[in-house]
């Protein structure tokens, strides 16, 4: 009788154990995509398909990315952030959604893609210094574009790319700023 009994409570503990491990499992699973959801990551990859795609002047790909941003902008979880952070992250992400879906409507125009290319990086910059970017990522600048007034651009390579000439002048810039 009493092996019966302590094979019944071990089993039961056994089972609670495992019903516990496995809950907790389960709820950093979801606490790790919450994070994820919450996290700039999305709108920094998107960017940066953006960005590489301009290095290449291919315009087509830039509007692939483009619309991949509107759509990173859009499943942004706004829910964690300060009311603060929420102010300002509407604030940019308004004009940035306007500049990648005009990047994204123009695939055959790539000056095009580049003027708004230039304004998004902006807001895009704005974006990453307020919620972080997760990684190491370079702000490079390139004096000649934009008629000598230069422009930045966010890269995750040390190496400079420049989006705004392409292939013509791709080492034309350098690193201004690293951000993590």
Known sequence: ???????IAFSLFFFSTYSSNAATKQTDHLTED???????????????????????????????????????????????????????????????????EHIGLNGTNIPHQREHFDLLSKDIYDITKLLGAGREIYVDRCPMYNKGKGAIWLSEVKDIKNPYFGKAMSTCGAIKETLH
């Open 1 to 7: 009788m009493k092996t019966l009994l302590y094979s």
């Open 34 to 100: 919450q994070a994820l959801k919450n996290s700039p990551t999305a709108i920094l990859d998107a960017y940066l398909k953006l960005k590489n795609a301009l290095v290449t002047d291919n315009g087509k790909n830039a509007a692939a990315a483009g619309n991949e941003l509107v759509k990173a902008f859009a499943a942004f979880d706004q829910s964690k952030l300060t009311a603060s952070q929420r102010k300002t992250y509407t604030d940019i992400v308004d004009d940035a959604k306007e500049h990648a």
